[in-house]
């Protein structure tokens, strides 16, 4: 996507984590904030090329909204999202990085 264009196609990234995610790894994710941003999905899944697929985690930042909601996909079916953050961590043009940890029933998430 173009720096200052927000109306280029977005071009997701997919990568592996080797080996799988087992309980107690941890995950780094860091990226830069777009200068006009709206928002972006962060989704970790088992099998990107399956439409039904579950889905471990997706992280869902909203710029307009001012807002982090995490949910998850087991089974065909959506649990209730978490939406509760002390405050708005993302900020254009600055850096981020988001903490992740595996649990064994569970993920911890610190955006």
Same mark, same amino acid.
């Given at each position: /996507? #173009? !720096?200052? !264009?927000?109306?280029? %196609?977005?071009?997701?990234?997919?990568?592996?984590?080797?080996?799988?995610l087992?309980?107690? /790894? &941890?995950?780094?994710?860091?990226?830069?904030?777009?200068?006009? %941003? !709206?928002?972006? @999905? *962060?989704? *970790?899944?088992?099998? %990107?090329?399956?439409?039904?697929?579950?889905i471990?985690?997706?992280?869902? @930042?909203?710029?307009?909204?001012?807002? @982090?909601?995490?949910? #998850?996909?087991?089974?065909?079916k959506?649990?209730?999202?978490?939406?509760?953050?002390?405050? $708005?961590? $993302?900020?254009?043009?600055?850096?981020? &990085?988001?903490?992740?940890?595996?649990?064994?029933? !569970?993920?911890? &998430? &610190?955006?």
């Amino acid at each position: /996507m #173009a !720096d200052n !264009d927000n109306t280029s %196609p977005v071009k997701p990234f997919v990568g592996q984590i080797k080996g799988g995610l087992k309980p107690s /790894m &941890k995950m780094t994710i860091m990226g830069i904030v777009h200068s006009k %941003p !709206d928002r972006f @999905v *962060l989704t *970790l899944i088992s099998n %990107p090329s399956e439409p039904e697929t579950d889905i471990g985690l997706e992280v869902t @930042v909203s710029f307009r909204e001012r807002s @982090v909601v995490r949910n #998850a996909k087991v089974s065909g079916k959506w649990g209730k999202e978490e939406k509760n953050i002390p405050y $708005f961590p $993302f900020t254009p043009m600055q850096h981020f &990085k988001i903490l992740l940890r595996s649990h064994v029933s !569970d993920y911890m &998430k &610190k955006p």
